[in-house]
């Protein structure tokens, strides 16, 4: 790259322009290091991948070489996967999805912590997750004065330039510079005793700055790439996606009609996935005007929503978009950018935020038991599926919380809906509204046995419903307490009914 | 009570005092009653037992008579007890410890729904739980323009006098004229899209009132008491409450020379009961000076550390005390004032306020297993104690979350480190240290099978690691996944040859 179409524009930190191989010489092992990336946006391109080198390197040479991997959230294949395949990493947070890093960690040959989105910076402001040595961050460009254009996502991005003693930076000219003005980050974070209210009440507010500040000193390589991010394609929403999308919307509009919600709703948040897709494909033909999101990562759905008019305003921290959408996106970059705002993760998802604005909370689950607890990361309770991610911050913090999921998975032979979670994220007291293709079970104001039979009602699978109501009736007589039934010799005979492989 | 003595000095309202019989006659069946009390303080004294007599009558009459019953958190035979003694109760929360009432729930007999304490007032503003018909409210006095003295408690006081339609009060005369100045009632809270900030950077900001507001048209009943607050006594603390104190204290030593807690620590939040009071003991002569406390209930060991001057500032919602600590209160009450603030339990478990203030939170718990999820709740997972009360309130939201427990319980037969708790209340990412009489287990920045490894060795009593080790290394080999290793079919097999009357 010529000094004409670099954007690297400071003058001063010119000479720190290298290779990637180069720049990962100077990662020693047993670094940690803070990565940007989010929900596949932002990532670096280059480094992770002549990281990996290097250590398959070390590693046929017998000298093992491993490093911690902190990100925003999930990455890509040549992040994730490329460290992930050649066993160099040791400690892996705070959320991850990568078939590859999946499978290490479930074969037990790598340690990962999921990490509520919302604690991580914080954690590493008070040093509860020991020494950030390294940030590897991804910039769509340098100013002259030194300041960092951030590029599609920013997840810890402020914390890791803040916190590492070294700064390598990935300047990826295939990010749009017309994404400067996009971002606001906020300095106003302290530690305790020291912190003030976060200022901000309306999903539009903006509190920071366009760029990052960054101490120059601190900056050991900039790396000059040109690559895209992650790109997610999005199937047509399912028979299953698209009646779950409609239980919400007539729920939403019911409870609108009781006076339960304003008539333009209150700011949306939306998990990531097919099923959230269909709701926001929903509510592109619904009756509700003026909408707002608050939420972690923009899609496709979203920004569909905008263009057409009925989402006013998008907050997120991550902007992760298929081909067809990136290319609309790009091509109305001016209009997007009076309507999205990117912020911190810790911002987008604090519990401060989340809890004043009001969020009407929509995730995806594993499993709901029939108590209302879900499971969000653990099959069979014991095999990381990708993590909590922010799903916690919202779904304890938000107006109203609903966890959806298809009634059964692998082909009709698993009920989502079970006598018990063998692993849960998600309490009862978090879970206001469980949504299958089934039906909608609205679980406010419920006792533990009323919960029940609502949910065995309105979302198990009709495959499922009797041996649930039978389990329930059961532990009705049998269980040592009546306030939530159970039988413990059998609360998991589903799943190892399942591990055996003849299904629940 | 001439009308010289009378605590009723607003003269509109004088012709509304009546007897309790009287005032209970105002309550229909199927009413949802709001109730004050919090830990036993600040309760109805008078109208509960009149309630419960009209109940028993009506049933014996074969008048199927039950009604709602919400309150700010536990409170006393007189309330729970005579109400639950009569099957009175159709539905209780959000939380309670009354012995015939746990009795009832447990039998199945009365439904009871345990919320985050935070959450109780806002779902009702935002009709969530259904209509609130009556209000009957504990205050020390009636101004004589009409306003309301909060007594020992506030809870959720304010929500109830707001949002019934009717309200009863007992103005109760064994109360202190002299708390008024003791509380701070903020009016400042909004339904969304309106919500702002709550302005409270400290535990002694004062961001309220002295006194309820209270639209005089509501009042239908009032009853003049003069009966004292249920006192609980504390025993010395036992062996293993100062052991358990003991690491606490450590711990907060090394963290404090390690940068990591500022010398004065941060605001503390500490559960009820013996071991609570243990490590307030332990603070009265360890190394800390000029602490705040920013909790819901202040107990004697509290008042003790702010009468040695150890203690700065305690906010709280209730100030629970034995009859000793009473009169030590009563008789400096105007020094206690200068001290200690009253708020209403939406504000002192804001998630937004503990969040910002950065709490040390301890609080109790029934179990724990080896991966630091914790049950604080259900015994053997379907027997509820009392509720998840605040607790949840202060452990996600907390600078560090501690949960802690004798390592053993009924006589040393049950281990309270087990391999799979059977109701989880805080998952292991709102669990930082686990704390027995055996050792502390700092579980930050560790993955599960590192917190495995460190609550067995730390945590878990003599008799029981060697089952522990045992069981966690065949899952180990034995686990479909390696994430969170876990045998589903011997998981509970703990709780089970206990319910067997084996122990564990
Ligand atoms: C829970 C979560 C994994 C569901 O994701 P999704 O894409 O909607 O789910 P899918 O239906 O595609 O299921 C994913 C996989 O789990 C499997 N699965 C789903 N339910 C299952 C169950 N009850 N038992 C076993 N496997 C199950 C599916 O078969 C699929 O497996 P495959 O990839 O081998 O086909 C996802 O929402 C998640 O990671 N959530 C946690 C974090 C979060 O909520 N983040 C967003 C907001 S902050
Ligand atoms: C969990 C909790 C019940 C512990 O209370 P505590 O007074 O410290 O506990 P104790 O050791 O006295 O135990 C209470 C009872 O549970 C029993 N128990 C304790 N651990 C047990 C276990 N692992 N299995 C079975 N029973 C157990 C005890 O034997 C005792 O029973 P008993 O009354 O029949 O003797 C209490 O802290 C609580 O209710 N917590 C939830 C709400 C909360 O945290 N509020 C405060 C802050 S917001």
Request: hydrophobic share 40%; aromatic share 6%; with cysteine.
């Amino acid at each position: 790259m010529t000094q004409a179409e670099s954007r690297v524009l400071c003058p001063a930190l010119r000479n720190r322009i290298m290779s990637a191989d180069e720049a990962a010489a100077l990662i020693r092992k047993g670094d940690n290091i803070g990565m940007s990336g989010f929900t596949g946006a932002g990532y670096p391109k280059a480094i992770p991948g002549a990281l990996a080198r290097r250590i398959h390197q070390a590693n046929s040479e017998g000298d093992r070489f491993k490093v911690g991997i902190w990100t925003g959230a999930s990455t890509a294949p040549e992040l994730d996967g490329a460290l992930a395949s050649v066993a160099g990493v040791e400690m892996r947070l705070p959320y991850q999805s990568d078939p590859v890093c999946r499978q290490r960690i479930n074969a037990g040959e790598m340690e990962y912590i999921d990490i509520h989105l919302s604690h991580v910076a914080q954690f590493v402001w008070f040093g509860f997750l020991g020494h950030l040595d390294v940030a590897v961050v991804e910039v769509t460009g340098i100013t002259e004065d030194g300041r960092l254009i951030p590029s599609t996502s920013i997840g810890n991005n402020k914390t890791w330039l803040d916190e590492a003693d070294k700064i390598i930076l990935e300047v990826n000219s295939a990010q749009d510079m017309n994404l400067l003005g996009m971002h606001d980050i906020y300095y106003g974070t302290q530690r305790p005793p020291h912190r003030k209210p976060i200022p901000l009440v309306a999903p539009g507010d903006r509190i920071g700055e366009p760029t990052f500040r960054v101490n120059p000193d601190k900056i050991v390589a900039i790396v000059e790439t040109h690559a895209g991010d992650r790109n997610t394609q999005f199937s047509a929403p399912d028979e299953n996606s698209r009646r779950i999308a409609g239980h919400i919307l007539d729920f939403l509009q019911h409870e609108v009609k009781k006076g339960r919600l304003p008539k333009d709703l209150l700011p949306l948040q939306s998990g990531v996935g097919n099923i959230a897709n269909a709701v926001l494909a929903g509510l592109e033909d619904g009756p509700f005007e003026n909408l707002t999101a608050y939420t972690e990562v923009l899609q496709d759905g979203m920004l569909q929503l905008i263009k057409s008019g009925k989402l006013a305003f998008a907050s997120a921290t991550a902007v992760s978009l298929s081909t067809d959408a990136l290319k609309e996106f790009r091509e109305n970059l001016a209009f997007y950018r009076e309507r999205i705002l990117l912020r911190p993760q810790e911002i987008s998802n604090h519990p401060e935020v989340i809890r004043r604005l009001g969020i009407i909370a929509m995730n995806g689950m594993i499993e709901a038991d029939i108590y209302g607890n879900v499971n969000s990361t653990h099959v069979m309770g014991s095999q990381i599926m990708n993590g909590i991610g922010g799903s916690g911050d919202f779904a304890r913090n938000a107006y109203l919380s609903m966890f959806m999921t298809p009634s059964t998975a692998k082909g009709g032979t698993i009920s989502c809906i079970v006598p018990m979670v063998p692993h849960v994220d998600h309490t009862e007291h978090d879970v206001q509204v469980l949504v299958t293709e089934q039906g909608l079970a609205d679980l406010r104001g419920l006792s533990p046995k009323q919960r029940a039979e609502t949910i065995i009602e309105r979302c198990a699978h009709p495959d499922f419903k009797p041996a649930l109501r039978d389990y329930y009736r059961r532990a009705l007589k049998g269980s040592p307490g009546q306030h939530t039934p159970h039988l413990l010799d059998e609360a998991f005979s589903w799943h190892l009914r399942a591990l055996a492989g003849r299904g629940m």
